[in-house]
């Protein structure tokens, strides 16, 4: 069976029915994201994925460096580090070493968080 290809008007129609559909729900998923991006702008769905994807790439290995992320009008990640502390075993009330690490925190940029 033949695909009939769709003219850049119709797929942005599509991009944008497409993207109106997942903000009904509350979790935005990366094939999401790419959808909107195609949709936006006039890249195709394999180039914006491909682009989405660098970003987020660029993002987890600044993150894995001990290295701050700022985005301009969505917020900063950085990685602070925790202590080791004792916790305790649910269930059995075990005592245990929880040991130092890293961990990952967000904070929300002023302009956004004014926005909610």
């Known amino acids: 069976m033949a695909r009939?290809?769709?003219?850049?008007?119709?797929?942005?129609?599509?991009?944008?029915?497409?993207?109106?559909?997942h903000t009904a729900s509350r979790k935005v998923a990366k094939t999401q994201?790419?959808?909107?991006?195609a949709g936006r702008t006039s890249l195709s769905r394999k180039q914006s994925g491909?682009?989405?994807a660098a970003v987020l790439d660029?993002?987890?290995q600044a993150l894995r460096e001990g290295r701050s992320v700022g985005i301009p009008g969505l917020g900063t990640?950085?990685?602070?580090?925790?202590a080791a502390r004792t916790g305790v075993?649910?269930?059995?009330s075990e005592r245990i070493q929880i040991p130092a690490g890293r961990k990952i925190r967000?904070?929300?940029?002023?302009?956004?968080?004014?926005?909610l």
């Open 4 to 21: 009939t290809r769709r003219t850049p008007a119709a797929q942005d129609v599509a991009a944008q029915d497409k993207a109106a559909t």
């Open 33 to 37: 994201i790419i959808d909107l991006v």
């Open 50 to 52: 491909e682009a989405v």
């Open 58 to 60: 660029s993002i987890g």
């Open 77 to 82: 990640f950085s990685v602070t580090q925790t």
């Open 89 to 92: 075993r649910p269930g059995t």
């Open 106 to 115: 967000f904070k929300v940029a002023t302009t956004l968080r004014g926005e």
